[in-house]
C-alpha cells in the first residue's frame, strides 16, 4: 500500500504544470518573497518609530492616556468648545475648616481616623440613618476631576429584594470565580483574609453603595434635557477621578463613625448595572458594604507599613 502512495504522488509531480513550467514560476516566487519582505521590513521600522513615540510622550494607539474616546471629534472644521462653561476665577485662600487650629495636630487626628479604619466582612442589623450617608456621599462628590466631568454616580442601596438580587448574582459569579476563573495563587493568597464567595454582608449591612464610573457624558443639550440627543462629552481619567471620589467616600464614612469594605465584584460589573437600570456609559468600579459591625465581628491582625517604606524624600 505505501508503495502504491509512492508511486502515485511520484506520478502526480512529474506531471504536475508545477515541474512544466517551474523555470518561469521560480523567479515570480522569488520576486514575492523580496516584496514581502520589504514591506514587513517598512512596516515594522514605521511601528517601531511609532512605539518609541508613544511611549515617550505617553501615547497608546496614537491616544493619550486617561481618555476613553467617544468619537472622531478632530475634522477640518472642528471648532471646540469646552464642555464646562465658562466661569470667573474667585480668591482662595486656602483650608478654613480643619480638624484642629495647629497644623500637624490636624494631620495627626486625621491620621487616626484613617488608620483606625479596617474592612469589615459582618454587619450588624443596627440601623443607620440615610442622612448620614448620603452626606458621606455628598463629600465624595467634592473630590477633584479631570476637567472638572464629575465622572460618577453612587447608587445607594437599601431595599431587602435589590440587595438579594445583587447578593445571587455575586455569589454565583464568585463561585465560577474562586474554582475556575481566579488563578491558584490569587485564592491562596486571599486565604489569610478567610474571604470566599459566601458575601453575607451583601444583605446583612444596612447599606450598599455602588460606585460607577462614567466612561463618558453628554453636553447639555438646547432646553436642558443632558442626555435627549445631546452629544457626548468625553470624560478624561474617569477610574482615575472616581477612584479619589471613593477614597474620599471611605474617609467621609469612617469620619461619621460606620465601617465598609471595598468589594470589587468580578465579571459582576454589566449584570449588576442592568439590575440597577443604569445607562450603558456607566460601569461599576466599586461596591461598598457599609453599616456597623456585627459584635461578634472579627478582622485579621494587619499591620500597615511604617512611613519610611512608603515615602522616599527628595
Not at 511520484?10 to 506531471?15: R, V, Y
Not at 464568585?174 to 444583605?203: C, G, S
Request: charged share 25%; hydrophobic share 40%; with cysteine.
Amino acid at each position: 500500500m505505501a508503495s502504491y502512495l509512492e508511486d502515485l504522488v511520484d506520478s502526480l509531480i512529474s506531471s504536475s504544470a508545477l515541474v512544466a513550467y517551474w523555470n518561469y514560476i521560480f523567479p515570480v516566487l522569488v520576486g514575492l518573497y523580496l516584496a514581502i519582505s520589504l514591506y514587513d521590513k517598512h512596516r515594522y521600522g514605521r511601528n517601531k518609530k511609532l512605539r518609541i513615540t508613544e511611549a515617550a510622550s505617553g501615547q497608546k494607539d496614537g491616544k493619550l492616556d486617561g481618555i476613553e474616546y467617544v468619537g472622531e471629534l478632530e475634522h477640518a472644521d472642528y471648532d471646540p468648545m469646552p464642555a464646562l462653561e465658562e466661569k470667573p476665577h474667585i480668591p482662595y485662600a486656602g483650608a478654613t475648616v480643619t480638624l484642629a487650629k495647629d497644623p500637624l495636630e490636624a494631620a495627626d487626628r486625621f491620621y487616626a481616623i484613617a488608620n483606625d479604619r479596617r474592612s469589615v466582612r459582618k454587619f450588624s442589623s443596627r440601623p443607620v440613618e440615610a442622612a448620614i450617608v448620603e452626606r458621606c456621599i455628598q463629600a465624595a462628590g467634592t473630590a477633584p476631576s479631570g476637567a472638572h466631568t464629575e465622572p460618577w454616580t453612587f447608587c445607594l442601596v437599601s431595599d431587602a429584594t435589590i440587595k438579594e438580587n445583587i447578593r445571587e448574582i455575586i455569589e454565583a459569579e464568585e463561585f465560577v470565580n474562586y474554582t475556575q476563573r481566579m488563578a491558584k495563587q490569587w485564592v491562596t493568597d486571599l486565604r489569610p483574609i478567610r474571604t470566599n464567595h459566601v458575601k453575607e454582608y451583601l444583605t446583612e449591612a444596612p447599606y450598599l453603595i455602588l460606585v460607577f464610573k462614567q466612561t463618558y457624558g453628554y453636553k447639555s443639550a438646547p432646553g436642558g434635557d443632558d442626555a435627549g440627543g445631546a452629544a457626548k462629552k468625553q470624560h478624561y481619567y474617569n477610574e482615575i477621578s472616581t477612584s479619589i471620589a471613593t477614597g474620599m467616600l471611605l474617609c467621609a464614612l469612617q469620619s461619621a463613625g460606620l465601617s465598609s469594605l471595598v468589594t470589587t465584584p468580578l465579571n459582576c460589573g454589566p449584570a449588576l448595572r442592568l439590575l440597577l437600570e443604569r445607562p450603558p456609559n456607566e460601569k461599576l468600579l466599586v461596591l461598598l458594604p457599609v453599616g456597623y459591625p456585627a459584635d461578634d465581628c472579627t478582622v485579621p491582625d494587619l499591620h500597615r507599613k511604617p512611613l519610611n517604606d512608603i515615602l522616599v524624600r527628595y
